[in-house]
Nanobody, 121 residues
Framework: QLQFVESGGGLVQPGGSLRLSCVAP????????IGWFRQAPGKEREGVSC????????KYADSVKGRFTISRDNAKNTVYLQMNSLKPEDTAVYYC??????????????WGKGTLVTVSS
């Protein structure tokens, strides 16, 4: 079964930056639309950003526009989420997922296990 592996999470101060990576072992990531989702403690999972299979189209939640950038290197079968100007409210477990080009949870069919991002001083 398709499973994504996320990496790059950690502890960062407000205003800092992190880059998350998403890889699907045994599959070629250029076959899928990819989305990044996040879930903060006690809250519902929400869509952050998504990118089309060839990287030509992207979409962002209003809360991260101008701060986050999604990209992909299909030669390396990797999708990235560059996060700049991080805020404490960005603290969450971040998930990589494959499915439709959408930020809705039910649009995605395959999910990774997540990587924790903590923004705190």
């Amino acid at each position: 079964q398709l499973q994504f592996v996320e990496s790059g999470g950690g502890l960062v101060q407000p205003g800092g930056s992190l880059r998350l990576s998403c890889v699907a072992p045994g599959f070629t990531s250029n076959n899928f639309n990819i989305g990044w989702f996040r879930q903060a403690p006690g809250k519902e999972r929400e869509g952050v950003s998504c990118i089309s299979a060839r990287g030509g189209n992207t979409k962002y939640a209003d809360s991260v526009k101008g701060r986050f950038t999604i990209s992909r290197d299909n030669a390396k079968n990797t999708v990235y989420l560059q996060m700049n100007s991080l805020k404490p409210e960005d603290t969450a477990v971040y998930y990589c997922a494959a499915g439709r080009f959408s930020l809705e949870n039910n649009a995605m069919s395959f999910w990774g296990k997540g990587t924790l991002v903590t923004v705190s001083s």
